[in-house]
């Protein structure tokens, strides 16, 4: 059952691969203008919700994946999944009280903070 999982899993990751590639081949514009439309929210934002930065990280992780974003090391996506949870943010200010507004305030820091961090060279 393992190396059948094992097996399935190399396939999918071949495929997205395979798919990744086809999307920037079909249209190269709009992949690279979303993927640093993506990094420039996240880059500069002072406020961003939990679900825009969800899928801001899946078009940035994107660009880092296929070579058009090199300035940010792919470590930066492991810290900001989790830095970037409501209740991890309540629980770093030790305040569960936050309002909606302090929160993504706050995930847009730790966004920025991450992202200068991981920077490549930095």
Request: neutral net charge.
């Amino acid at each position: 059952m393992i190396d059948n999982l094992t097996g399935t899993v190399h396939e999918i990751i071949t495929h997205e691969k395979a798919a990744r590639e086809s999307l920037l081949k079909s249209s190269p514009d709009k992949v690279v203008d979303s993927v640093w439309r993506a990094f420039g929210i996240l880059r500069y934002a002072r406020s961003v919700t939990e679900k825009e930065v969800l899928i801001l990280l899946s078009k940035m992780r994107l660009g880092v994946d296929l070579g058009i974003i090199t300035e940010v090391n792919p470590q930066v996506f492991n810290e900001l999944l989790v830095a970037s949870q409501t209740n991890y943010l309540r629980n770093l200010q030790e305040n569960e009280n936050m309002s909606q507004s302090e929160i993504d305030k706050k995930r847009a820091e730790i966004i920025r903070t991450a992202i200068l961090k991981f920077a490549v060279g930095g």
